[in-house]
């Protein structure tokens, strides 16, 4: 099924991936290509969550693939908010972020898609206030 990128909500103020079943690192390019382009049509900050509710752990490579692809992330994307990760995932992303220590600042685990957006909603009120 691979990755589906798509604006979260009507203000363009979140991009959300959501992660299917047996996904490759083709689908990921094609989802950080469509969405850095997403993000490009747009002059405010773009949070994001990564939906993995019912869908699969990355294929090996994981941390070099999404490091170069926040790297390569345009100027005004913000949070990324991993939703419904797999103990495997959670693991990898904690991981990951004690590595890439100013990366991993802008991640945030969340148990669901619904708490993703409240954090997010939270985040975006308090850099608006």
């Known amino acids: 099924m691979g990755i589906e990128v798509?604006?979260?909500?009507?203000?363009?103020?979140?991009?959300?991936?959501?992660y299917g079943k047996?996904?490759?690192w083709d689908d990921f390019w094609t989802a950080v290509e469509?969405?850095?382009a997403m993000v490009r049509t747009v002059s405010h900050t773009v949070d994001f969550i990564a939906n993995f509710e019912g869908g699969t752990p990355p294929p090996l490579g994981a941390f070099s693939k999404f490091?170069?692809?926040?790297e390569i992330s345009p100027p005004?994307?913000?949070?990324?908010a991993i939703?419904?990760?797999s103990s495997f995932i959670n693991?990898?992303?904690s991981t990951f972020s004690r590595i890439y220590k100013q990366l991993g600042q802008r991640l945030i685990?969340?148990?669901t898609l619904s708490e993703a957006r409240e954090k997010l909603a939270e985040r975006q009120k308090a850099a608006g206030a």
């Open 34 to 36: 469509t969405s850095n």
């Open 76 to 80: 005004n994307v913000g949070i990324i």
């Open 67 to 70: 490091k170069r692809a926040q």
């Open 22 to 24: 047996d996904w490759s």
């Open 109 to 111: 685990m969340t148990s």
């Open 91 to 93: 693991a990898l992303v």
């Open 6 to 18: 798509l604006w979260d909500n009507e203000e363009k103020t979140i991009i959300r991936y959501d």
């Open 83 to 85: 939703a419904g990760g």
